[in-house]
């Protein structure tokens, strides 16, 4: 199966929403695979790899976030195919 890796940083009202919790019930639910963390200048930082499609409805999900945040924008840098993140999406701390 062919993988995607993706880095992404998403700004805005993304802290203190639930942001991180969504985010890894999404990912589980979709076999993404990776970590999601807060950020100390308020941004959230998440490294997501899975099969294209639903890696892509993740990033979408990014781009909007839970009800309560506020997305900016997301930056999405292409980190190519590595399959090394395990099994689970951790949010990190």
Not at 31 to 40: C, D, E, H, S, T
Request: contains cysteine; proline residues 4%.
């Amino acid at each position: 199966m062919t993988l995607r890796r993706v880095h992404l940083r998403i700004t805005g009202l993304v802290q203190g929403v639930s942001y991180r919790a969504n985010a890894q019930v999404l990912a589980s639910r979709l076999g993404v695979r990776g970590w999601i963390k807060n950020l100390p200048n308020g941004d959230v930082e998440s490294v997501a790899e899975g099969a294209p499609e639903p890696l892509e409805r993740y990033i979408v999900w990014c781009r909007r976030g839970p009800s309560g945040a506020r997305v900016d924008s997301v930056y999405v840098d292409e980190l190519g195919e590595s399959g090394s993140l395990g099994h689970t999406f951790d949010v990190r701390r």
